[in-house]
């Protein structure tokens, strides 16, 4: 690989692991207000990284 195909794979690499955190954390969020215990909530957040789109994170990516 060359410099700047390392460079790209790191910034999509840390866009994806930014999404995943974000969606983890609305997960949990909206789970644990909504009266789930913390195991429901932490499925909620897991369930929330395996429905992240990541043709819209790597839109976003290119975007901007």
Same mark, same amino acid.
């Not at 690989?1 to 969606?23: K, N």
């Not at 789970?31 to 043709?55: K, T």
């Given at each position: 690989?060359?410099?700047?195909?390392? *460079?790209?794979? $790191?910034?999509?690499?840390? +866009?994806?692991?930014? /999404?995943?955190?974000?969606?983890?954390?609305?997960?949990? =969020?909206?789970?644990? *207000?909504?009266? $789930?215990?913390?195991?429901? +909530?932490?499925?909620? /957040?897991?369930?929330?990284?395996?429905?992240?789109?990541? =043709?819209?994170?790597?839109?976003?990516?290119?975007?901007?």
């Amino acid at each position: 690989m060359t410099q700047t195909q390392d *460079m790209r794979a $790191l910034r999509i690499a840390e +866009a994806v692991r930014e /999404a995943c955190l974000r969606e983890a954390r609305a997960g949990f =969020e909206q789970a644990a *207000m909504s009266g $789930l215990c913390q195991e429901g +909530a932490m499925e909620n /957040a897991l369930g929330a990284i395996q429905m992240l789109n990541l =043709e819209t994170v790597l839109a976003e990516l290119e975007s901007g």
